[in-house]
């Protein structure tokens, strides 16, 4: 970890945990790297980025158990502006937001969107595109704070995506991890609950998991700059991203949307992952909480249960040293929970690696070394150490 700091992020932190008792937990860094001023603390909050997707399947989870949806109802039932026949297109590449070659397979076809479901959203299956540009932007265009953003800005960018979602292939017949999809179920939650998204996700799944300090916008909340890890300096907002969400299209949302926008500690995370060991307990049924971690879906590198990503025995991103049954999930701003139930072992590790620049491949390398090191301890048996 010591070597992460200033080559890989400038604050991070790593929390483990094992059967329910705190191994290791320790904050590295600086917020303000340049100054030396802010050192990172244990209740400093990281932007969670895709780790946000983790906590919005478990909010339409809820409402399955509540019986407000099934996992196989159509989603046109719960947003019908979807209905209708829609042509499949071409991807769009979510790192240089360009279109990708198109499958030659599904050029002048048309898919039925009542094909799908909240399942193929969990899983990641509903041939949804990974990225779609929500913001509507012209060149130039300032951005404001997302908490800023006027609703009826945010209704209308909703509005269109509803109404022309990009399908690439049909539901059910791929898997591409899709940010649309997880858009779409942010929204879908707001529907069946009745109330926004913030506040179902507050009441539903945060308090239950004794997360206080969990949230969208914190600039919002009140939460003070120097308890959070900024992000990148951004070209397109031109400024720093400190206390705001670090995703252009959860930024066009107002900075809450179903695939990213959380910020949170990392032992709240750590309490998230802690419930994922305990099958549900006190926030689902056992039978639902399994069904998330069951295989729905397994496609070269890419294993989805339902909002989880499941081990695979090549490019994993925690690597081999965890079993077949672990799962998690990775965020783009350097984040990951990983747990794994044989050892009864969580481990979270939140960074600001986008600082240093968008490049993946230094926070790829260094996750890898990183969850390798703390099962090696583990196996090892090493005592406490904090």
């Known amino acids: 970890m010591a070597q992460g700091v200033g080559r890989v992020f400038p604050a991070a932190v790593l929390w483990v ?33 895709s780790l946000t997707k983790v906590f919005t399947a478990i909010a339409l ?6 019986g407000k949806v099934a996992l196989d109802t159509p989603v046109v039932e719960v947003l019908p502006e979807l209905r209708g026949r829609h042509p499949l297109l071409p991807g ?8 990708l070659p198109p499958n030659p397979a599904y050029q002048g076809k048309m898919v039925d969107a009542a094909r799908l479901t909240f399942r193929h959203l969990l899983s990641h299956t509903g041939g949804l595109a990974a990225w779609v540009d929500v913001c509507d932007l012209p060149p130039g265009a300032a951005v404001p704070l997302p908490h800023r953003l006027p609703a009826e800005t945010r209704r209308r960018r909703l509005a269109a995506l509803l109404q022309a979602p990009r399908f690439v292939y049909p539901p059910g017949e791929g898997l591409t991890y899709s940010d649309v999809g ?15 998204l913030p506040d179902y996700m507050a009441q539903a799944v945060l308090a239950p998991l004794g997360m206080t300090a969990a949230t969208y916008n914190p600039l919002a909340r ?14 397109w907002r031109g400024r720093r991203l400190w206390g705001e969400v670090h995703d252009e299209n959860a930024c066009c949302l107002g900075g809450v949307s179903g695939h990213a926008g959380l910020f949170a500690t990392a032992r709240e995370v750590a309490l998230l992952g802690q419930w994922a060991l305990s099958l549900g307990q006190g926030l689902l049924p056992p039978s639902l909480a399994q069904e998330m971690v069951r295989e ?22 925690v690597g081999d040293a965890f079993g077949p049954e672990s799962f998690g999930h ?19 590790l939140l960074t600001n690696r986008v600082y240093f620049g968008r490049d993946g491949e230094r926070i790829a390398r260094f996750r890898l070394q990183v969850h390798r090191a703390v099962a090696a301890a583990v196996e090892a048996g090493a005592g406490e150490g904090i």
Do not use: N
């Not at 989870?61 to 509540?66: E, F």
């Not at 769009?92 to 279109?99: F, G």
């Not at 939460?223 to 951004?234: D, F, G, L």
């Open 17 to 49: 945990q094992q059967g329910g008792k705190v191994r290791f937990r320790r904050a590295y860094g600086w917020l303000d790297p340049t100054t030396r001023r802010f050192p990172t603390g244990e209740d400093t909050l990281f932007d969670l980025a």
């Open 61 to 66: 989870m809820t409402l399955v158990a509540a």
């Open 330 to 348: 990775t965020g783009f701003t350097g984040t990951s929970l990983w747990v794994d139930p044989r050892r009864a072992l969580v481990v979270v």
């Open 222 to 235: 009140g939460v003070p700059q120097r308890r959070v890890a900024p992000t990148e300096q951004c070209p």
């Open 182 to 196: 997880f858009m779409l179920l942010g929204e879908a939650v707001t529907r069946l609950a009745g109330m926004p």
């Open 92 to 99: 769009i590449d979510p790192h240089a937001k360009v279109p």
């Open 296 to 317: 729905q879906a397994w496609v070269g590198a890419e294993r989805r249960g339902l909002g989880w990503k499941l081990q695979t025995p090549a490019q994993s991103p």
